[in-house]
């Protein structure tokens, strides 16, 4: 169900995670055009993104979806893509053609429907990678949240307990519709989530399926 890789720290699990990845991108453009890939906000992914951004990828035939955006303004300091230009995108030479960001500034409902029909059109995607909340929240689908069983591709949240309350996500079923999923779990204050997910908790995390765990030794409890 779950494969998990023991790092000994963040600098240790994003450059093992920014490995994998590249070898996972590679083996999907074998004998495919293109490469589909979803990408999570928050502090955890950017070191891997940056160490991504200096391997000598065919950039042009991938594209880039986000797991979820927050409902800021374009450009605002919180929004996931800006994270994610400043990471990775500015790094890269990729047209923005196949940069799929959420119009989340038109607010949830308006921004999923919009981005439900480049989902739709894209199919499934190849790769998702995601990080985990404290809560066991993934992408913007959170323990108790209504929009963790909507059923639609990508879906509206309110009242998110991780600011801002409103935001737009992928919805359960195309994460677990993906090809490969990958995780990202850094920082002792994942601990608990953790050990709650082994434990057997249906966590949002546990929910989306079998996962591949980049797990550093602070979250695992080793440290
Ligand atoms: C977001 C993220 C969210 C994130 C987790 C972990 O918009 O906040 O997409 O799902 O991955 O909250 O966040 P950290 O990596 O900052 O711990």
Known sequence: MHEFRHCTDAADLAGAAAA???????????????????????????????????????????????????????GHAGRNDVMLEAELWSR????????HPIPAELGPEAAAG????????????????????????????FPGNPALDDSRPVVPVHRAPKPPAERVSLGLSTLQAATERIVLVSGADKRVALQRVQAGEALPIARIGPLLWFVDDDAAGRS
């Open 114 to 141: 919009r981005y439900s029909s480049e989902i739709v059109a894209a199919g499934q995607l190849d790769i998702v990678l995601l990080g985990m909340g404290e809560d066991g929240h993934t992408a913007s689908l």
């Open 92 to 99: 890269i030479d990729t047209p923005a053609a196949n940069r």
């Open 20 to 74: 994998h990845l590249a070898a996972r991108i590679r083996n999907c453009l074998d004998g495919r055009e293109v490469c589909r890939i979803a990408l999570p906000g928050g502090r955890t992914p950017g070191r891997c993104l940056a160490l991504l951004a200096g391997d000598s990828l065919p950039w042009e035939r991938l594209h880039w979806y986000l797991g979820d955006e927050r409902c800021y303004p374009p």
